[in-house]
C-alpha cells in the first residue's frame, strides 16, 4: 500500500472499499498493516486530516469505509458535518484523534460516527472496529445516513411537474456535483427522459420483475446515465398492457437510491395513491407545482391538506408555475395565495419561447435560461459562491429573500422593517456576509 499525499488529484473512478486520511506516521502503519492483514481490497492511505478528506472526496467517489484523523481540528463536529455534505450517503465513517473525551465520542456517534479511536492507535482495538462494521448487515439510525428524498407532484395533470423535477435534478448535480438519482413513477407516459433527450430505457420494467435483486448495483446497473453525477430511472411501458405497481417494491427500491445517492428526486403521479405513501411520509422535501386555475386552487388545498396529515415533519414548498398576466381563465397572485392559505414559495413566469424550446430540445430548464442569457454574468458570479455556502446558510437566506417579497407586497413580517427598500437593503446586507464568509 503507497501512502499518497491528499493534494494529490487521483484518476481512479471506482469506489474504493476503503480510504484513510490520517497525519502521522505510527497511526499509517498500524492501517496499513490491519488492512493488509483483513484483505480488504482496493484500499489507500493518505496524509491529511478530515479537511483534507473533506477536500479530495468534494471531487471524487466516496469510498465505502473512511477512517479521517481529528487531531488538533478545533470544531470536530462542524468537520465531520462539513464531511457528510460531500460524502456519499452509507459511507461508514472512523474517526481517530488525540483527545480521550467521553463526550466528544457520545457527540461524534449521534452525528453519524460508527467510531472513535483514542490515539495511539493499535492493531487489536483498529481490528476489532473495523470487523465490527464489516460484519454487520445493517448499520444502527445513529450513524446511518441517506440521502435526501424530493418529491416533487402536480396538485393536477398539466402544471409543469416534469419540468420542475427534471431542473431540480440536474441544478443539484450540476452545481453541486452531488450524485443524483433522478425517477419518474409515470411508467406508462412518464416524459423525464424524453425531457432530457434520452432513449427511455427498461430499467423500471426490469426491477418490477426482479425485485429480490433490488439493491444498490443493481439499481445502477438499470439506469440511464445523463452524466457523472446524474441517474434516471424511467420506463415507457405499453398502453394497451397493465402495469402492476407493488407498493413493497417501491419502498425497497426508493431505500436503496437513498443509500447510493446525496439525492433521489422522484417525479410523483398527481393521484396520490397507496403505492407512493412511502415517498410522502419519508420525503425530505416536498415541492408542489400548481398553476393558477380555479381547478389549481381547489387541487392545492386538498394536496396541501393531504402531505400535512402524512409528513408533519416535511416542509412543502409551493411553486407556480406558467404564470402569464395574458392567461385567460387564471386568477391573481393574491387572490390564489389568499385562497390556499399560504404565500407561494416560488412564481415562475411562461415564457413559451424559451421553455418550448428547452422541452423539444431535451434540455433541462436552467440549460435553457443560461443558453438565452437570461442568468449570464449574475450566474457565474452565484456559482462562485454556492458550491462554499452550506445548505443551512443557503436556506437561510432564501427565508429571508421570501420575507422580503412579503414584505413588498404589503404584508409585516415580526423583527423587519416595514419599508420594503429598507428590508431588500438588510437582505442585501446578509447576502454580503454570506459571500464574505464563502470565499
Avoid at 418529491?151 to 427534471?166: D, E, F, K, N, Q
Avoid at 445502477?220 to 398492457?241: F, I, K, N
Avoid at 457565474?380 to 455556502?389: H, Q, S
Avoid at 423583527?415 to 464574505?436: E, M, V, Y
Wanted: glycine share 6%; hydrophobic share 40%; charged share 25%.
Amino acid at each position: 500500500m503507497t501512502l499518497i499525499s491528499a493534494e494529490n488529484t487521483l484518476a481512479a473512478q471506482e469506489q474504493r472499499q476503503f480510504r484513510a486520511f490520517v497525519l502521522d506516521d505510527d497511526t499509517r502503519r498500524v492501517i496499513e498493516q490491519v488492512v493488509t492483514e483483513l484483505s480488504i481490497p482496493n484500499a489507500s492511505v493518505h496524509r491529511g486530516d478530515i479537511r483534507q478528506a473533506t477536500l479530495v472526496l468534494g471531487e471524487q467517489r466516496s469510498p465505502r469505509l473512511l477512517v479521517v484523523d481529528l487531531t488538533a481540528v478545533e470544531l470536530p463536529l462542524s468537520a465531520v458535518n462539513e464531511l457528510a455534505e460531500v460524502c456519499e450517503p452509507g459511507v461508514t465513517l472512523i474517526a481517530t484523534g488525540d483527545r480521550n473525551d467521553v463526550g466528544l465520542f457520545r457527540d461524534l456517534v449521534n452525528n453519524g460516527v460508527s467510531d472513535y479511536l483514542v490515539k495511539p492507535v493499535t492493531a487489536p482495538l483498529l481490528r476489532q472496529s473495523l470487523l465490527s462494521v464489516m460484519d454487520s448487515k445493517t448499520i444502527g439510525p445513529q450513524s446511518e445516513r441517506r440521502g435526501r428524498l424530493i418529491a416533487v407532484v402536480g396538485s393536477r395533470g398539466g402544471v409543469g411537474t416534469t419540468m420542475l423535477a427534471t431542473s431540480i435534478g440536474w441544478s443539484i448535480a450540476q452545481r453541486r456535483r452531488r450524485r443524483v438519482a433522478l425517477v419518474d413513477l409515470d411508467l406508462q407516459q412518464g416524459t423525464v427522459a424524453l425531457a432530457l433527450d434520452l432513449e427511455p430505457a427498461h430499467g423500471l420494467r426490469q426491477t418490477l420483475e426482479h425485485p429480490e435483486r433490488t439493491d444498490g448495483l443493481f439499481l445502477e446497473r438499470t439506469m440511464t446515465r445523463h452524466s457523472d453525477t446524474l441517474y434516471v430511472l424511467s420506463g415507457e411501458e405499453s398502453l394497451d398492457e397493465p402495469v402492476t405497481l407493488d407498493a413493497t417494491w417501491l419502498d425497497l427500491m426508493i431505500r436503496e437510491m437513498r443509500n447510493k445517492y446525496h439525492y433521489v428526486v422522484a417525479d410523483v403521479p398527481h393521484r396520490i395513491s397507496k403505492h407512493y405513501h412511502y415517498i410522502v411520509q419519508n420525503a425530505t422535501n416536498i415541492v408542489l407545482v400548481t398553476d393558477l386555475s380555479v381547478a389549481g386552487m381547489r387541487d392545492t388545498l386538498r394536496q396541501l391538506t393531504l402531505f400535512s396529515a402524512m409528513n408533519t415533519t416535511c416542509q412543502v414548498t409551493l411553486v407556480a408555475n406558467r404564470v402569464s398576466s395574458q392567461a385567460d381563465g387564471n386568477i391573481g397572485i393574491k387572490e390564489f395565495q389568499a385562497a390556499v392559505g399560504r404565500q407561494c414559495d416560488f412564481i415562475i413566469p411562461f415564457d413559451a419561447r424559451v421553455i418550448g424550446g428547452a422541452m423539444n430540445a431535451g434540455k433541462p430548464l436552467p440549460m435553457a435560461l443560461r443558453e438565452n442569457r437570461i442568468w449570464g454574468p449574475k450566474e457565474r458570479l452565484f456559482e462562485r459562491i454556492l458550491p462554499k455556502a452550506s445548505d443551512a446558510a443557503l436556506a437561510r437566506l432564501l427565508q429571508s429573500a421570501h420575507t422580503v417579497d412579503g414584505i413588498v407586497k404589503g404584508l409585516k413580517q415580526p423583527d423587519w422593517p416595514t419599508d420594503g427598500w429598507q428590508a431588500l437593503h438588510r437582505l442585501a446586507f446578509q447576502l454580503c456576509r454570506l459571500t464574505s464568509a464563502a470565499r
